[in-house]
């Protein structure tokens, strides 16, 4: 990848910028950037407010953007799951060459275990049309044509809004193609046994609205 391009050729292959600032400045950028803090010269503490804004589901090192060996403190101790998901996954985003997002489990799945699960945080349940319509209602009419693509009706009647990384899941309507299923509930069960570092794609066969 460009960035790991870049950290093997160390200096030669990284453009540097000092961010210079006076007490009470505020200093924005996009955190996926290599970033670090330079030595305190003051013999007085310097002390600082940091705040990351991003969504709860992202992290530096699901989408495997960086190296393990990028740094000696690089490699996180437990693995975060993204929101709904119940098993540790690798995410990787569109590239030129491959541009669809692909999910891939780092653990063995065996039949019958949640993927995803309704309701933790990266979905919202409505227990009837009328509740959706009501919360389309409140959104501009293109919102409200984005939010229709991301739902789906259960078999007991309630509708899914996905949200944030699981509406970015993979789906086929071919059971042949696919090793996830959705279940009564609305949750992602895994319709087979999944190797490690086997590719996830969802059967959608609920109900669209």
């Known amino acids: 990848s460009p960035w790991a391009t870049a950290l093997q050729e ?3 292959g990284l453009e540097h910028l000092l961010a210079t600032s006076r007490r009470g400045d505020c200093v924005l950028f996009d955190g996926r950037l290599i970033h670090r803090g330079t030595p305190c010269q003051s013999s007085q503490p310097r002390r600082a407010v940091y705040i990351v804004f991003h969504k709860k589901w992202y992290s530096d090192y699901v989408d495997n953007q960086f190296p393990a060996t990028a740094s000696a403190h690089g490699v996180p ?4 799951l993204p929101s709904g998901f119940q098993v540790p996954l690798d995410v990787s985003q569109p590239s030129g060459a491959d541009p669809v997002w692909r999910f891939s489990v780092s653990v063995p799945v065996s039949k019958g275990d949640v993927i995803w699960r309704v309701g933790q945080g990266d979905s919202l349940m409505f227990d009837s049309k009328e509740l959706f319509e009501l919360y389309q209602r409140k959104l501009s009419c293109l919102e409200a044509q984005e939010v229709r693509k991301k ?3 259960t078999k007991v009647g309630k509708i899914v809004l996905r949200k944030d990384l699981s509406c970015l899941m993979p789906e086929e309507n071919d059971d042949t193609t696919t090793n996830v299923t959705v279940n009564e509930e609305g949750d992602w069960i ?3 046994d999944i190797g490690k570092d086997s590719t996830i794609v969802l059967l959608m066969k609920c109900s669209m609205l």
């Open 10 to 12: 160390k200096e030669a």
């Open 77 to 80: 101790r437990d693995a975060v």
């Open 151 to 153: 739902a789906y009706l």
């Open 190 to 192: 895994a319709s087979k």
